[in-house]
């Protein structure tokens, strides 16, 4: 589907499903400036949102409620994604926008099905971009794999799980206390500082692999930056 304004779509009982890939007209460019299209998906009654690929719109909002499913290989956005609902992985998925925060959990599809994500956020203005995990990573049904790269922080919020390697490709911060991440039988590297958040009172952090040499890290650091 292409989008040719900014879209809500809200339900009060349903599911809302993107069923072909989305797309922005790119005539918004020229009229406002603005990169794209927005689009805001509010369900009810537990609903889910369930998005194939998304090649290049403005930005993405979900409400708290329900489930949002990625079911393609793409979602790409010029602008910030806000998943405010948890999310689940039915495919192997690359994210790319400026800020990508889940506020809620995030897993894969299923326990057979490990599916991995990658997270690229980039710099918009002064934003350098975030990778935010407000809550807990593969608690369900562990993640594959999870990458993120840019030169903005991913900030852990709640423990992560993954069977596979973890790569943070940039400063990582630890937002909570008691957060636990797990590669299972992966290697756990940190390409960046990584720090606790400074509101968080008596951070901690444990690193769990079974994996030969399972941690790599350039700079452990607590005590805030």
Known sequence: GLLRADLTVTTNAGDITFGAALDSDDSDTQTTGKQGFDLIANTGGSGTTRFNDVNSIGTITTNADGVTVLAGRLV????DVLFSDSVRLAANTVLEA??????????????TSARNITITTSTVGTDAGETIFRGVVGGVARLG???????GPTIIGANVNTLRNITFG????IGASNVTIDAAGGTIIFRG???ADTSVTDPSLSLLSVAPGGLTTTTFRFGGS
């Open 170 to 173: 940039g400063p990582v911060r």
């Open 98 to 111: 400026n800020d990508v925060t889940f506020e809620g959990t995030l897993n894969s599809d299923a326990t």
């Open 76 to 79: 790409r956005t010029n602008g």
């Open 193 to 195: 500082a990584l720090d």
């Open 145 to 151: 794999t999870l990458t993120t790269t840019g030169s």
